[in-house]
C-alpha cells in the first residue's frame, strides 16, 4: 500500500526499529500506532486499523542496506563525510562569548522519531514531532548578528536574556519539557561552574565528620520528621544515593531517590543481634540498584594476578549505562565500620517506621 509522505514518515520510525526490544512491547506498539493514525489520511485510517496486520519488513531490510553501505565506503568517501561534518562544526559550533570564541555542546536540534525513554516509561512509542523554528527561542547579545532562519521560516522569539547559559530553547512535544543548546562543558562559562561545585565540596571536607555525628545523634530524637531525615542522610552519605524527588503518576520512569523510596523497596530481615535490610529500586537512568545491608558482601569478580592466577577483590560499584531490566548493580558496603545493621537497630528501638 501507497502511503502519505506524512503516514510513510512516522512509519519509517517504526520499521527501522524492528530489531529493537521495544517493538515487542505493548505499551510501545499501542503510542505508536495510536499517533500514526493520527498522521494517516482518511483513506488509510479506514485500511489500516490493526498494527499486527502490518508488514514492515521492506522498510526495515532498506535501513539495514543502507547501514551496510556506509561500512563498506572507501576512504575518501568517508574523508569526505567527515569534513562536510567538520564544516557544519566550524559554521555552527562555535559562539563569541566575552570576546572569545567558546565551543557549543550541542547545535543540532533532537530529529524526529518515536519516543523511547528510559525503562518502563508509560509514554513509550509516542511520535516526537519534528521542531521547526517557530518553535525555537534565540538567545543572543542585542549587539550581535541574529542568525538567520531557513528560508520562509522565523524564530518563534528572539531575546538577549544574559541571566542564563542557553543559547537557544525550544519545547519537546512528548513531556512539554525545554530543551536547550549550551555551551561545550570546556568551555569557560561552564568550567567556571563546575570548579564552584568542586570548591564547595572541598569546602564540605571540613564539616562532613560533624555532619555525620549530627544525623547520627538524630536517629534518637524524640521527634519523627528528625528521625526520618537523619536516616535519609545516612542512606545519601553511606549508599551514595541521589535525594530524589516526587513525580505524577503516569508522566514518567518510576525512578525513585532516597527521597521518594516506598514500603515496596525495602525488606527487613531479623538476625540474632537485630535486623538487616535489603531492598532494590530503579534509581538514575533506569539502573537498578540492589541495596544489601550489613557487612562487606562476599566478592563479585575475581583480579588477575602478575602471575596469571586469580585473587578475591573487594565488590565496587559498576554502573553501565542502558542496564537491562533485572540485571542488579550491587551497591558498595559502607567503608566505615559503622556496619549497615547498627542504624536499623537504632531506628527500630526508637519505633521509627520505614514509610
Known amino acids: 500500500m501507497?502511503?502519505?509522505?506524512?503516514?510513510?514518515?512516522?512509519?519509517?520510525?517504526?520499521?527501522?526499529?524492528?530489531?529493537?526490544?521495544y517493538t515487542t512491547k505493548e505499551v510501545f506498539r499501542k503510542n505508536f500506532f495510536n499517533d500514526w493514525r493520527k498522521e494517516m489520511t482518511v483513506e488509510e485510517r479506514e485500511v489500516i486499523k490493526s498494527l499486527d496486520k502490518c508488514d514492515f519488513t521492506e522498510i526495515h531490510r532498506y535501513f539495514v542496506d543502507k547501514a551496510a553501505a556506509r561500512k563498506v565506503l572507501t576512504r575518501e568517501e568517508k574523508q569526505n563525510l567527515k569534513e562536510e561534518a567538520e564544516n557544519l562544526q566550524q559554521e555552527f559550533g562555535y559562539c563569541i562569548l566575552d570576546g572569545h570564541r567558546e565551543k557549543i555542546g550541542n547545535f543540532k536540534t533532537e530529529p524526529p522519531g518515536l519516543f523511547r525513554g528510559r525503562g518502563d516509561h508509560p509514554k513509550m512509542g509516542m511520535l516526537k514531532r519534528r521542531v521547526m523554528p517557530e518553535d525555537v527561542v534565540i538567545n543572543c547579545s542585542r549587539d550581535s548578528k541574529i542568525p538567520k532562519p531557513p528560508a520562509g521560516h522565523q524564530w518563534k522569539e528572539v531575546r538577549s536574556d544574559n541571566t542564563v547559559m542557553?543559547?537557544?530553547?525550544?519545547?519537546?512535544?512528548?513531556?512539554?519539557?525545554?530543551?536547550?543548546?549550551?555551551?561545550?562543558?570546556?568551555?569557560?562559562?561552564?568550567?567556571?561552574?563546575?570548579?564552584?561545585?568542586?570548591?564547595?565540596?572541598?569546602?564540605?571536607?571540613?564539616?562532613?565528620?560533624?555532619?555525620?555525628?549530627?544525623?547520627?545523634?538524630?536517629?534518637?530524637?524524640?521527634?519523627?520528621?528528625?528521625?526520618?531525615?537523619?536516616?535519609?542522610?545516612?542512606?545519601?552519605?553511606?549508599?551514595?544515593?541521589?535525594?530524589?524527588?516526587?513525580?505524577?503518576?503516569?508522566?514518567?520512569?518510576?525512578?525513585?531517590?532516597?527521597?521518594?523510596?516506598?514500603?515496596?523497596?525495602?525488606?527487613?530481615?531479623?538476625?540474632?543481634?537485630?535486623?538487616?535490610?535489603?531492598?532494590?529500586?530503579?534509581?538514575?537512568?533506569?539502573?537498578?540498584?540492589?541495596?544489601?545491608?550489613?557487612?562487606?558482601?562476599?566478592?563479585?569478580?575475581?583480579r588477575k594476578r602478575r602471575g596469571g592466577a586469580h585473587c578475591s577483590a573487594p565488590a565496587t560499584v559498576k554502573r553501565r549505562p542502558r542496564c537491562r531490566p533485572g540485571r542488579g548493580v550491587t551497591l558498595r558496603p559502607d567503608r566505615t565500620s559503622q556496619p549497615f545493621t547498627v542504624l536499623l537497630r537504632g531506628a527500630l528501638s526508637n519505633r521509627m517506621r520505614v514509610a
Open 166 to 302: 542557553w543559547l537557544a530553547a525550544w519545547t519537546e512535544s512528548i513531556q512539554n519539557s525545554i530543551k536547550y543548546v549550551m555551551l561545550n562543558p570546556c568551555s569557560k562559562l561552564k568550567g567556571e561552574k563546575a570548579w564552584q561545585k568542586f570548591e564547595t565540596a572541598r569546602r564540605l571536607r571540613g564539616f562532613v565528620d560533624e555532619i555525620r555525628s549530627q544525623y547520627q545523634a538524630d536517629w534518637k530524637s524524640q521527634e519523627m520528621k528528625t528521625r526520618q531525615r537523619a536516616v535519609a542522610l545516612y542512606f545519601i552519605d553511606k549508599l551514595a544515593l541521589r535525594a530524589g524527588n516526587e513525580k505524577e503518576d503516569g508522566e514518567a520512569a518510576d525512578t525513585v531517590g532516597c527521597c521518594s523510596l516506598r514500603v515496596e523497596h525495602v525488606q527487613l530481615h531479623p538476625e540474632a543481634d537485630g535486623c538487616q535490610a535489603s531492598g532494590s529500586l530503579v534509581g538514575k537512568s533506569v539502573l537498578r540498584d540492589e541495596l544489601i545491608g550489613g557487612r562487606r558482601q562476599k566478592p563479585t569478580h575475581k
Open 2 to 21: 501507497r502511503l502519505s509522505v506524512k503516514a510513510e514518515e512516522v512509519a519509517t520510525f517504526y520499521g527501522r526499529m524492528l530489531d529493537h526490544e
